[in-house]
């Protein structure tokens, strides 16, 4: 079954700790995207990247980075350097094609909570 | 910069009954998609239905169904003969065409639905 998955579904982090997040997809997407989700409110991204080794800030990139070694494959670390990282954290992907299929197609999520 | 704004924080319908999510939006642009994404209690976003701007004839799947205004950048979705199963938030998201945008997407802050037995 075509897919993204996120790995761990919750992970908690004590203060000053950095944490990675996993996500995978083998859509065979040329884009994939990180976003963050606080209670009641909407999806704020964070990184995003088009191509394999090329990736670009989001609207709220601070505290995280994100590499892109290979197409399948799009990690993000929260630092220690965010202030505020509990929250629930989706990765997405797309055919960046003009045709129907260029929706964003989005993992189950990671919820992340600092101790 | 595109902003998707959506006035209803909260709503709630009776099964098998109809209800109508907006969502309206700002841009400059011409060709663009707009999209209903709904995230039930497990947190797993799913699409629900997508519009091409450059088509006149509102997009529908199943029960559900849009009200595309272009002029008036107006973009509702219509729920109809609710099931429990819709209960969800729904996110309307804006979307220029790829090629131009790396594919990114401005999503609204969510409607909460709820269908009550």
């Known amino acids: 079954d075509g897919g993204i998955t996120q790995s761990p579904k919750y992970l908690f982090r004590k203060e000053g700790q950095n944490v990675t997040l996993s996500c995978e997809q083998n859509?065979?997407?040329?884009?994939m995207y990180w976003y963050r989700q606080d209670p009641g409110q909407g999806l704020r991204l964070i990184y995003y990247?088009?191509?394999?080794?090329?990736?670009q800030k989001g609207d709220i990139a601070e505290g995280y980075s994100v590499s892109r070694e290979k197409k399948e494959s799009f990690p993000l670390t929260v630092t220690s350097a965010q202030k505020n990282p509990t929250a629930f954290y989706l990765c997405?992907?797309?055919?960046?094609?003009?045709?129907?299929?260029?929706?964003?197609?989005f993992g189950p999520g990671t919820r992340l909570t600092v101790l | 910069a595109q902003t998707v704004t959506q006035s209803q924080p909260e709503m709630s319908v009776q099964e098998a009954e109809t209800v109508t999510l907006s969502c309206t939006y700002d841009?400059?642009?011409?060709?663009?998609?707009l999209f209903w994404y709904k995230q039930p209690p497990s947190r797993q976003m799913i699409l629900v239905i997508r519009?091409?701007?450059?088509?006149?004839q509102n997009a529908t799947e199943n029960r559900f169904s849009v009200n595309f205004q272009k002029a008036a950048k107006s973009f509702s979705l219509k729920i109809s003969d609710s099931q429990l199963g819709d209960t969800a938030m729904y996110f309307c998201?804006?979307?220029?065409?790829?090629?131009?945008?790396?594919?990114?997407?401005?999503f609204g802050d969510g409607t909460t639905l709820t269908v009550k037995p």
């Open positions: 998201a804006f979307m220029k065409h790829p090629n131009t945008n790396a594919g990114k997407s401005t």
């Open positions: 997405a992907s797309s055919s960046l094609r003009d045709t129907p299929g260029n929706e964003q197609f």
């Open positions: 990247s088009q191509i394999v080794n090329d990736f």
């Open positions: 859509l065979n997407h040329d884009a």
């Open positions: 519009q091409e701007a450059y088509k006149q």
């Open positions: 841009t400059s642009e011409s060709n663009y998609y």
